[in-house]
Antibody
Framework: EEQLVESGGGLVQPGGSLRLSCEASGFTFTIYWMTWVRQTPEKGLEWVANIKQDGSEKIYVDSVKGRFTISRDNARNSVDLQMDSLRAEDTGVYYC????????????WGQGTLVTVSS | DIQMTQSPSSVSASVGDRVTITCRASQGITNRVAWYQQKPGRAPKLLIYGASSLQGGVPSRFSGRGSGTDFTLTISNLQPEDFATYFCQQANSLPFTFGPGTKVDIK
């Protein structure tokens, strides 16, 4: 069974850091772009960061550029999102996601992990 | 960025009804649209990709069509498990953006 399992969410103060991790199983991890998508009260669903199969290309939405870093470890079938300088507007559910084999949609979602940025 | 709008924002329907949701892109995106279903407390689930291709395992009562800027998702013969929120997403150019969602609830 194809699965994506996130971990690492929680409560953090504004300006703080958090690292989200996602472990993939049940499919060939190395042939897919991987993505983090978040769902916030203000903006709804938002495509946050993408990483190419070999990690050579990383793309971020403007609102997180310079603050978030996506990485992957193909030996461990995992993808991480390092989030620094967190803001209240980063609060939401973060989903690890696998891009489609034939296009830029999400073919598989994790269950999501909640990030709350508050003092 | 390409903006995606959806209408209506919510619709009340009965089991057996036919429901159509519209999604409009702020610029042409050929057929690069996906549709997702989300139930409370759950992750979204891919229903349709490429505007009209049904994802494996999705019932055939779901269908999508459109090209350019205007797209529709139709649910024929609405079933109890279809009451949920539906989102469109443009897959044409970065950043890939989602519509605000359409909630389908029970009349």
């Amino acid at each position: 069974e194809e699965q994506l399992v996130e971990s690492g969410g929680g409560l953090v103060q504004p300006g703080g850091s958090l690292r989200l991790s996602c472990e993939a199983s049940g499919f060939t991890f190395t042939i897919y772009w991987m993505t983090w998508v978040r769902q916030t009260p203000e903006k709804g669903l938002e495509w946050v960061a993408n990483i190419k199969q070999d990690g050579s290309e990383k793309i971020y939405v403007d609102s997180v550029k310079g603050r978030f870093t996506i990485s992957r470890d193909n030996a461990r079938n995992s993808v991480d999102l390092q989030m620094d300088s967190l803001r209240a507007e980063d609060t939401g559910v973060y989903y690890c996601a696998r891009r489609g084999a034939t296009g830029n949609w999400v073919g598989r979602w994790g269950q999501g992990t909640l990030v709350t940025v508050s003092s | 960025d390409i903006q995606m709008t959806q209408s209506p924002s919510s619709v009340s329907a009965s089991v057996g009804d036919r429901v159509t949701i519209t999604c409009r892109a702020s610029q042409g995106i050929t057929n690069r649209v996906a549709w997702y279903q989300q139930k409370p407390g759950r992750a979204p689930k891919l229903l349709i990709y490429g505007a009209s291709s049904l994802q494996g395992g999705v019932p055939s009562r779901f269908s999508g069509r459109g090209s350019g800027t205007d797209f529709t998702l139709t649910i024929s013969n609405l079933q109890p498990e279809d009451f949920a929120t539906y989102f469109c997403q443009q897959a044409n150019s970065l950043p890939f953006t989602f519509g605000p969602g359409t909630k389908v609830d029970i009349k």
